[in-house]
């Protein structure tokens, strides 16, 4: 379990949905009272906590997990807008094990998370292959394949495809397809979207078909 502490409700959601979406449970929390009580029911194996909270910050919460015997080896990720060297230093000096400052890109943040888990020696969730009749996206060695054929892709092609199959038979908008594979901070178009399905259909072939345009919305595969 990933606890997401901040009171930004938009932010919040994008970053437990990008976390479950990519094989981990996580619950969002407004604050650092919601927090403490979460974890009178279960502690989690990370903590995202942002700084600017209403009530206590995030530093003063970082302070009592890491005084606690009970949350003192919990990894905490700082995830704030405050990206002033002062603040990161003291964030790092209270004891957190990372420290991202927003706006950032979703596939870093997720490496960031999978980075911190494995120092921690918790155990990485995601699935190693994701499978749809002879179309195959194996996750750890990055590479696709149809039947015995390797598929060239892009890195966005790769995530594109990846992101689809993890939530195969789900609709997935534009804007979510954006926020996850370029970052919810990417100043391009929805078009950029319909532009790399494109290719990735043309590279598919005939498994191209199964990546279906849902008018008006955006796409889902396996529906």
Known sequence: MIYCVEDERN??????????????????????QELMQEMEKELP???????????????????????????????????????????KVMGLDYGADDYITKPFGMMEFIARVRAV???????????????????QVQIKQHQVLIGDRKITLTLKEFELLKYLMENQGIVMSRDRLLGHVWGYDFDGETRTVDVHIRTLRQKLGSYGDMIETVRGVGYRIGG
């Open 45 to 87: 194996d990370l903590v995202l906590l942002d700084i600017m909270l209403p009530g206590e910050d995030g530093l003063e919460i970082l302070s009592r997990l890491k005084a606690s015997e009970v949350t003192r080896e919990i990894p905490v990720i700082m995830v704030t807008a405050k990206g002033a060297e002062y603040d």
């Open 117 to 135: 888990l494995r120092r921690a020696g918790k155990e990485d969730r995601e699935q190693d292959v994701l499978q749809i009749g002879d179309l």
């Open 11 to 32: 932010i919040r959601e994008l970053i437990v949905y990008t976390l479950e979406s990519s094989g981990f449970h996580a619950k969002g929390l407004e604050s650092g």
